[in-house]
């Protein structure tokens, strides 16, 4: 009777709490702790992890979003390299493209995706280079990478060609433009030492 007393005294001021601190007097989230904290193992079976947690800057603890070849499986966080991305740049109705936006940005291609598909509905594209400037500076974007996968007419990336930015632009091989037929890929990567795109291969 008297342990049972104990623990309704200890647990009932507990459930008036909106919020509550360990090692603070200020929480700032329904359970706040502002120390260490150890997880024991425990074997417990037919249960399985659905979610990943991080902390964010504030020490919050958020769900975070898988990309799509990260999964989890048998409690083991698994990737699939065998699949890629892909992201599907709006439809185009043009003959050339110069300094071409919403491809890449810090942290992701089209939505963190590898593989970038290209669509024009004038048939034959022009391609002379590619918007650098969502990155602070040109090192901050040194060995990205990217797959450019042509579905409609032929896709010629040209090779230091003026309409776009220096930066922007793409330098090929014996200065020759590099050209794609319907549904051929090609992949790029970015040069910071020589401020330019630079291909990988082509399929």
Known sequence: MKVKLLLLIIMFPLGLLSQVGINTDNPQADLDVNGSMRIGKRVMENIQAKKLLGVDENGMIIELELDDNIYIDGNKVRSDSRRSGIYRLPLIN???????GGIVWPGGTG????????ENLSGDLLMTGIDMSVFSTLMDAHGYTMS???VSGELTLKSEDSNSLNQNQFILGDGNDVSLKQYEMVKIMYDAFLERWVVMSKH
Do not use: A, F, K, P
């Not at 939505?111 to 290209?118: C, F, G």
């Open 94 to 100: 043009l003959s050339s493209l110069h300094d071409t």
């Open 111 to 118: 939505e963190d995706r590898t593989v970038i598909r290209i």
């Open 148 to 150: 450019l996968y042509n």
